[in-house]
């Protein structure tokens, strides 16, 4: 395919990216228009659950698009109850509003519990609003998600935030009852935070947070945009602690590519009223069926043991390679992981893999001293171990 690189002028600039236009993927592997392949361990961000083109996926959508793609968000329509009907059925939740990206569905989930610290005002009667997040968090790219994420030098680009969101340190529940005040109505996390670089909270922080937020009267938001639909190696990485949160988000995987997401609230929880919420697209039948589609797979049995299986099989290939090279170590849950590389080194890496050949890898550092692995659910132990080879091969030739 003959590619220009005037072409891509055309697009607003808003991230540097590499001179590839990438034509085609399966399973791990994407093709580039020159027919270069790459062995991909980004997975648009962990949002290919299933990998590139699963074929539940691509049957989902031809089958709902010949039927009908969007009667409007003032219908009912059967993808999306069935959907809402998986998700409940297998969570804590009772009630689902669908959305299209992880950033809106963390909108939804600060003004829903902003509406119900207004239905529940403080014993003496302060307007409770403020939701207590955590720095390095990452919540999504609208205003008020911009300011309730802890991401360096956030506070800025955007000027004046949006109020109303302190921030506590991950792992110190000193640190979040510090926070605390009449006005407080919320503490939102992710169970790990991805983009602030795979740092899980711990089991114990999790149930000290819930039995915290349960004494003041708080709700416990779980921002699983990353973490949920099978990454951290149980449906939702709540489950691994053994808690119930009042209020749940979802995205990335649980549209396996498409763009889809949701917000699951407790009955008691869910006091939207007609006008309050609502969006063009929510909920839509053509999204829906997809995602009914992957969760489907998720629930298959031995599905989510194999997850947990090969995010260990990955762990151990990780630490080898640590011994191997000299870096510092390894984190995460599931397969969502981190490569701790103990140098500033983690850009040449991500630059180097991409142009190895005849075959290049895809990796991501959102830290200069750190590589993030999100890969397809559906990774094999081959795979895992090629891209160790192929990883080992770089920090080699950088070393040299």
């Not at 014993?123 to 939701?131: F, K, L, N, Q, V």
């Not at 949006?162 to 340190?169: H, Q, T, Y």
């Not at 140098?343 to 001293?369: H, K």
Request: with cysteine; charged share 20%.
């Amino acid at each position: 395919m003959e590619f220009k690189q005037s072409a891509v002028d055309h697009l607003m600039f808003i991230t540097n990216r590499p001179p590839l236009i990438f034509v085609e993927g399966k399973g791990m592997f994407m093709t580039d228009h020159a027919g270069k392949q790459y062995l991909d361990f980004l997975q648009g961000w962990a949002v290919n659950a299933l990998g590139h083109a699963p074929q539940c996926i691509a049957d989902a959508l031809v089958a709902q698009a010949g039927k009908l793609i969007n009667p409007s968000p003032a219908f009912y329509n059967v993808p999306s109850i069935e959907l809402a009907t998986l998700l409940t059925d297998n969570s804590t939740f009772d009630r689902v509003f669908f959305a299209s990206s992880g950033a809106e569905a963390n909108e939804g989930a600060i003004k829903l519990a902003r509406k119900w610290g207004r239905m529940n005002p403080a014993a003496d009667g302060s307007h409770r609003y403020e939701i207590i997040t955590f720095d390095h968090s990452f919540h999504g790219r609208t205003l008020a998600t911009m300011s309730a994420s802890g991401k360096p030098g956030w506070d800025t680009l955007f000027a004046p935030q949006v109020p109303g969101f302190p921030k506590a340190d991950l792992n110190d529940i000193a640190s979040v009852e510090h926070l605390i005040t009449p006005t407080t109505v919320a503490v939102m996390l992710e169970p790990v935070q991805g983009e602030g670089g795979v740092i899980p909270a711990t089991r114990e922080f999790m149930q000290a947070l819930r039995r915290l937020t349960k004494e003041r009267n708080l709700l416990l938001i779980v921002d699983e945009v990353q973490t949920g639909c099978g990454r951290c190696g149980e449906l939702f990485a709540y489950q691994l602690s053994g808690i119930e949160p009042d209020i749940m988000t979802l995205g990335k995987g649980i549209g396996g590519g498409v763009p889809l997401a949701a917000l699951l609230a407790k009955e008691a929880i869910a006091c939207f009223e007609p006008g309050d919420q609502g969006g063009t697209y929510n909920g839509n039948p053509l999204m829906t069926a997809v995602g009914c589609a992957v969760i489907k797979e998720l629930l298959k049995p031995g599905f989510l043991p194999s997850v947990l299986e090969k995010g260990e099989y990955l762990r151990a290939a990780s630490l080898k390679l640590c011994a191997k090279h000299g870096l510092k170590g390894e984190r995460g849950e599931g397969l969502l992981r981190a490569l701790e590389l103990g140098r500033d080194i983690g850009p040449q890496i991500v630059n180097a893999a991409r142009d190895m050949g005849p075959v290049g890898l895809l990796l991501n550092s959102p830290r200069p001293d750190l590589l993030r692995f999100m890969p397809a659910l559906t990774i094999t132990h081959a795979e895992i171990d090629q891209m160790i080879a192929m990883l080992s091969s770089v920090i080699s030739s950088l070393d040299a």
